[in-house]
Structure formats: structure tokens, C-alpha cells
């Protein structure tokens, strides 16, 4: 069996949390023929294990898409729980090790299974919806690295200002996804300081950028949000053209609405005309920004970025 569709393409979008990738996922999947699985890195544990709903507001296995690409992939409970161990290699933490281990060319048959299994899911889901483009959030620069070998993955690197994806870690945010008699305490979203939130921020793009290098097409939050029709055709061209088929045929198969799994809980809320989330430009503190500017001082100027986090404000409130 061939891992993917013949002609169909994934769409790995990597970088770090709170970059907008959840709205870059709901513009793509208004393309024909392009289909938004959400952050499929979270089947395993928040899918199949624990039961937490999709953006239909179904769990998993009752969801009309993923109870399907579940059935169809025929990953066991066994292999995820197996996968959600793998995946906890995958850890900040453990970076630099996975790093000496990428750079020495050393076979990881554990992280070999991973991959298969993450295939077994798209190969799946290319057959439950018909698309010819599949778009996964996942984000994770190792996990690209691994899936974006094969020539039908394409890693589309998003990334965003600094300063405003550290406001977005230091909100309080309901995940949204308690399950129902979860108890009266609503659960809420991981909180990162302006510090470690950029600090996280530089590893990750910088994670992204060593080991996936030109096999990136960057793509910048504040350029989605200006002018997201150029930037969606931009990315469907470069890594996702429409083949030789007949792409009337492309599309979702009998399968109504957004199936997005785990993410922003802004998922929930489906399709809104896009709006730039400019709240960070008066809502964070002059110490705040300082402290979220530091860390990212590396890569700040190679994404267009303001240095200055006064200059960084000003040009968030003009969108
Ligand atoms: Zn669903």
C-alpha cells in the first residue's frame, strides 16, 4: 500500500504554538480539494486516549471523519499508546539529544515506527475525504523533519512576532475540550512568561530552520492575516499544486464541516472572516515585551521583525 494518495500532498505546518496556524488551517481548507486535519501529533493521546473532541464537538471515535480514519488506519490502542510514549521523546527537553542523534545519522527504529504510524493516519484520511491536500498543524520541527522526508509531505514554516505569540502564552484560556462531567474547574490552556515564551519561541524556529532548511516555504502570521488570499495561493502552489487528475472529483466525500483535532480552542468557533488578533499591541506591558524581545534577538531581523519593542507595538496596531 502507498503511504499517501497517489497525487494528493500534506501540508505540515511547523513552528511554535500561538503563530495563527489554527486560522492558516481554516483559510487552506477553504481551497477545493484541501482538507484541515488539525494537529493530527494529538490522535494519539487526545484522540484515541483520553476522548477529546474535534472541532465538531464530537470525540474521536464518534466524530463522522476521524472515527472513520481511525477505523481505516487500524492504529490500535495498543500502537497509541505506544505512539503517545514515542511522542514524549519528542519533548523540548530532549532536543538537543534528538539533534546529536539527527546529526550522527543514527536509526531510530522507535521513531521509525512513529513515522509509520503517523502514515497509516494520512493514508487514511486521503482516503476518507478524497482530498488532494491534506493540511496537519502539528508544528513539531522534529516530527517535520522525520514526515517532510518523503517527497508528499511539505513543511510550511509559520512564524509570528515574538512579542505577541508571548501575550498569547501569558493569557488564561479555556481549552474548551472538558469532557462532560469533568467537574466544575473549566481546564485551561499551558501558560508560558514573556521569557520562557520566547526562549521557546527561538529553539523552536530555530529547530525548524536547521533541520528542515530549504525544504521550507516560510509563511509570516502578520502576511496571513493582511492578505490571506496571495498567502494561501502562495503556499497551494508551491506545495500543493493541483495535479493532472481530475480535480472534480477533489473534495471531501460525504463528510459535512471542519474536523480539527486539539489546537486552539478558536477551532471551536469554525470559519470568521479573518481578523488580525492586534490585542497584544495594548494589552502587553513595556517590561513584558522587553523581556519577550530578548531571546528572539537571533531571529528577529531574519523574519522582518522590529527590534525595537515600542516599533514592534506600533506596527502591530496597524495590522
Ligand atoms: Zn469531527
Redesign the pocket.
Known amino acids: 500500500m502507498t503511504a499517501t494518495a497517489a497525487d494528493g500532498s500534506v501540508l505540515y505546518v511547523a513552528g511554535w504554538g500561538r503563530s495563527g496556524s489554527t486560522l492558516l488551517a481554516h483559510l487552506l481548507s477553504s481551497v477545493p480539494g484541501i482538507v484541515a486535519l488539525g494537529e493530527v501529533r494529538s490522535l494519539w493521546d487526545r484522540g484515541m486516549l483520553e476522548g477529546r473532541p474535534?472541532?465538531?464537538g464530537?470525540p474521536a471515535d464518534a466524530?463522522?471523519?476521524?472515527s472513520e480514519v481511525i477505523r481505516r488506519s487500524g492504529i490500535t490502542r495498543a500502537e497509541a499508546e505506544e505512539a503517545r510514549a514515542l511522542h514524549r521523546r519528542l519533548r523540548t527537553r530532549y532536543f538537543p539529544r534528538l539533534a546529536v542523534r539527527r546529526l550522527l545519522g543514527r536509526r531510530d527504529p522507535a521513531m521509525e515506527r512513529y513515522v509509520a504510524c503517523y502514515r497509516r493516519v494520512y493514508a487514511a484520511a486521503f482516503e476518507v475525504t478524497g482530498a488532494r491536500a491534506l493540511v496537519d498543524i502539528s508544528k513539531h520541527p522534529f516530527e517535520a523533519d522525520r514526515l517532510c522526508r518523503s517527497p508528499d509531505v511539505r513543511a510550511v514554516h509559520l512564524v509570528r512576532d515574538p512579542r505577541a505569540v508571548a501575550f498569547s502564552w501569558g493569557r488564561t484560556k479555556a481549552t474548551g475540550e472538558d469532557p462532560a462531567g469533568a467537574g466544575d474547574a473549566e481546564e485551561t490552556m499551558r501558560r508560558f512568561g514573556p521569557l520562557a515564551a520566547s526562549a521557546m519561541w527561538l529553539v523552536w524556529n530555530l529547530a525548524v530552520e536547521i533541520l528542515l532548511g530549504r525544504r521550507l516555504h516560510r509563511v509570516r502570521y502578520e502576511d496571513v492575516v493582511a492578505a490571506p488570499e496571495r498567502v494561501v495561493s502562495e503556499i497551494v502552489d508551491r506545495a500543493a499544486p493541483a495535479g493532472g487528475g481530475d480535480q472534480s472529483q477533489a473534495g471531501p466525500v460525504g463528510i459535512a464541516?471542519q474536523?480539527l483535532l486539539a489546537g486552539n480552542p478558536d477551532r471551536f468557533r469554525g470559519m470568521r472572516p479573518v481578523q488580525a488578533d492586534v490585542e497584544w499591541a495594548s494589552g502587553m506591558s513595556s517590561a513584558d515585551a522587553r523581556l519577550a524581545t530578548l531571546p528572539a534577538l537571533p531571529l528577529l531581523a531574519r523574519y522582518g521583525y522590529p527590534l525595537a519593542p515600542g516599533r514592534a507595538r506600533r506596527r502591530g496596531w496597524s495590522g
Do not use: E, R, V
Not at 466524530?63 to 476521524?66: A, G, I, Q, S, V
Open positions: 474535534c472541532s465538531c464530537q466524530c463522522p471523519l476521524w464541516g474536523h
